[in-house]
C-alpha cells in the first residue's frame, strides 16, 4: 500500500493532479493497482494543511516509517547532568547566598560574577567531589547556562573572596538558617575532622600532627564545626593539624559567646575535646554545658560508677542515675546490651589469658594491652589479676556525663548528649559535602576558600537531608543523588529551532523536589 498521484488534463490544457492511495493486487492473474482511497486535488490538501493532519493522525499508529522520517529532521545536540543543579540552586537562593553574596560583591569594585563561580564551585562538590576534573571543565558537563560565563580565573577570584568575607557570610548565614529551619539554639554541637594534603601547601598553617585519616605522612588542617542539635552548621574553623581538640572547643566557645551573641546556650562536647581549665573557663562566660568524661583517667569517676542508686529507664537500652560528688552533677548512662557485650569480650580475654600464662611466656603477655590490664606479675610468677578484672565491671556498657545545668533533669541530658552521637554519626555520613581531597592551593588564603566552599556544600547538603527527614522522607541520600544526577537536559534542534527536553525522574528524584515545594520543569521548552 502506497501513495500515488493521478494526473488529468482539463479541457484547456492545464493539469489537474490528484493524490490516491492504492494496492497493488492481482485479479485474474495479473498484477494491478487498485484505489483504496482518493485523498482529493494535491493543491487543495497543502493549501488547507490537511496531509499535514493526516499524518499526525496516523502517525500513532506508524512504529518505523514516520519515526524515521521524522529523526532526519530531529537531531539531538547534547546531554547534560541537571538534577543537583536544580535542588541545590533552590536551597542555595532559600538560604539567601545569592543575596548574601550579592550584596557583598556590591560593596567591591569586582565587576565578574563570583556569586555563580561560588556556586559552581560549591555543586561541584555535592555532585562530583572525588572527580579528578577541573570545575572548569565539570562546569561544561553541567546543564545551567549561566555558568557559560564563568572562567577560571573567577573561580579563583571567589576562593579569595569567600575566604575574605567568612566572618560576614557566616553571620549572615546564621540569621537566615535559623529562621528558615525555625532553630531553637539552645544547644550548640562542636565537632572536628582533619584533612591532609597531596601537595606541600604553606607550612603556616597546614603542619604535620595526628591524622584522623591516618595519613602522618602528610601536612594536615584541622577543620572544627560548629552545628545545631539538628546537624545544621552554622559555622566553621581551620587550625594548623597541631591544635588539640581542647584548643577548637576554646574557639567554639569564642563563637557562641561574641560572634553570635546567643543567649542561654548548652554546649555539648565529647570527652577528648574537654578539661577542668576549660570548663572553668565556660562557667566563667555564663554558660552552662554537657560533656562526656574521660572513664579511666578521672579520679572521680570510679567512685561515682560505684556510688549506690536506682536507674531510671530514658529509652531501650539507655538507663540513667544521677550522682552528685564534691559538688559537682554527674549522670552515669547504662546501655543493658553493650555491658552484656563488654562482659562477654573480657570473659574472653581472662580465658585467653589463663592459658597463655599455663603456656609460659611473660615477656609476650606483658606486652599485650588486651592482657596486661588483668595481669599480676611477681618475679617470674605471673598470675589472673582477680581485683582487676572485678573494677573492670563497673565499666561494663557505661559512660559518664558532667553537666552544670541545675534545670535540665539526668534523663534530658542524657539525651541531649546522645544527640552530639547522631550529629557525629551524621557528621561522617556527611562528609561527602566536606570532601576536601584533592587540595592543591598552596597558600594559606586558597585553604580557607576551599574549606569555605566545602563548608558551604555542607550546610546545603544538611539542609536538604532536614528538608527530607521534615517530609518524612526515608531514602538513602547518596541513593538520591545517583537519582537526581540521572535527570538530563538533552539540546535538540527541529526544523530549524531549539529545544531542551529532559529525562524523566528516576527512583527517588521526584522526593527532592516534593521535599522543596518545587515543581519539575517542563518536558520540553523552546530555547530563546
Not at 576554646?250 to 570548663?279: N, T
Amino acid at each position: 500500500m502506497y501513495i500515488r498521484t493521478k494526473e488529468f488534463k482539463n479541457k484547456d490544457g492545464s493539469v489537474r493532479t490528484y493524490l490516491q492511495i492504492v494496492e497493488n493486487v492481482r485479479i485474474n492473474g495479473k498484477p494491478t493497482q487498485k484505489v483504496i482511497a482518493n485523498l482529493g486535488r494535491i493543491e487543495e490538501l497543502k493549501e488547507k494543511e490537511v496531509i499535514d493532519r493526516l499524518i499526525t493522525s496516523l502517525a500513532k499508529y506508524s512504529e518505523h516509517q514516520w519515526v524515521q522520517a521524522e529523526a532526519e529532521e530531529l537531531k539531538a545536540e547534547w546531554g547534560k547532568e541537571w538534577g543537583p543543579a536544580l535542588i541545590f540552586r533552590a536551597l542555595w537562593e532559600e538560604l539567601g547566598l545569592k543575596h548574601i553574596l550579592g550584596t557583598l560583591l556590591s560593596r567591591t569594585e569586582i565587576e565578574n560574577d563570583l556569586e555563580e563561580a561560588t556556586f559552581a564551585m560549591v555543586l561541584n562538590r555535592l555532585s562530583d567531589p572525588s572527580s579528578k576534573l577541573g570545575v572548569e571543565r565539570w562546569m561544561k558537563q553541567v546543564y545551567r547556562p549561566e555558568f557559560a560565563q564563568v572562567k577560571l580565573r573567577h573561580l579563583y577570584q571567589a576562593l579569595d573572596f569567600v575566604a575574605e568575607h567568612k566572618e560576614e557570610i557566616e553571620k549572615a548565614l546564621f540569621a537566615r538558617v535559623r529562621d528558615f529551619f525555625n532553630l531553637e539554639l539552645d544547644l550548640v554541637l562542636w565537632d572536628t575532622t582533619s584533612t591532609y594534603f597531596e601537595g606541600i601547601p604553606s607550612r603556616e598553617l597546614a603542619r604535620y600532627g595526628f591524622s584522623k585519616d591516618h595519613r602522618p605522612d602528610r601536612v594536615q588542617i584541622v577543620i572544627g564545626i560548629l552545628m545545631t542539635k539538628e546537624g545544621i552548621p552554622v559555622a566553621h574553623q581551620v587550625f594548623p593539624e597541631n591544635t588539640t581538640d581542647v584548643d577548637t572547643f576554646k574557639h567554639a566557645l569564642f563563637q557562641v559567646k561574641d560572634r553570635f551573641r546567643l543567649g542561654k546556650v548548652i554546649l555539648v562536647g565529647d570527652r577528648g575535646m574537654v578539661s577542668e581549665k576549660l570548663l572553668n573557663e565556660i562557667e566563667k562566660a555564663g554558660l552552662e554545658y554537657i560533656v562526656g568524661v574521660k572513664m579511666r583517667k578521672m579520679r572521680a569517676v570510679s567512685q561515682v560508677l560505684s556510688r549506690p542508686g536506682r536507674y531510671s529507664m530514658v529509652k531501650e537500652n539507655l538507663k540513667v542515675k544521677e550522682v552528685r560528688h564534691e559538688g559537682k552533677r554527674y549522670m552515669v548512662c547504662l546501655n543493658r546490651e553493650e555491658a552484656e557485650r563488654d562482659r562477654q569480650v573480657r570473659d574472653q580475654v581472662v580465658e585467653q589469658l589463663s592459658q597463655r600464662i599455663a603456656e609460659g611466656g611473660l615477656k609476650t603477655l606483658i606486652g599485650n594491652n588486651a592482657y596486661r590490664r588483668f595481669l599480676r606479675v611477681e618475679g617470674t610468677k605471673a598470675e589472673i589479676d582477680q581485683k582487676a578484672v572485678k573494677e573492670e565491671e563497673l565499666y561494663d556498657g557505661k559512660y559518664v556525663l558532667m553537666t552544670n545545668n541545675r534545670e535540665l533533669s539526668s534523663a534530658e541530658s542524657a539525651l541531649y548528649y546522645k544527640e552530639l552521637s547522631r550529629v557525629e554519626r551524621a557528621f561522617r555520613e556527611m562528609k561527602s559535602g566536606l570532601d576536601l581531597r584533592p587540595i592543591y592551593h598552596w597558600t594559606d588564603k586558597r585553604i580557607r576558600g576551599h574549606v569555605m566552599v566545602c563548608f558551604l556544600a555542607f550546610l546545603l547538603e544538611s539542609s536538604l537531608r532536614s528538608k527530607l527527614e521534615q517530609q518524612g522522607v526515608k531514602v538513602r541520600y547518596q541513593e538520591l543523588m545517583e537519582d537526581l544526577k540521572r535527570l538530563l537536559a538533552v539540546e535538540v534542534r527541529h526544523d530549524g529551532k531549539k529545544y531542551i527536553t529532559r529525562t524523566r525522574l528516576e527512583g527517588s528524584a521526584y522526593e527532592a523536589f516534593k521535599a522543596l515545594g518545587l515543581r519539575p520543569p517542563n518536558h520540553v521548552q523552546v530555547v530563546t
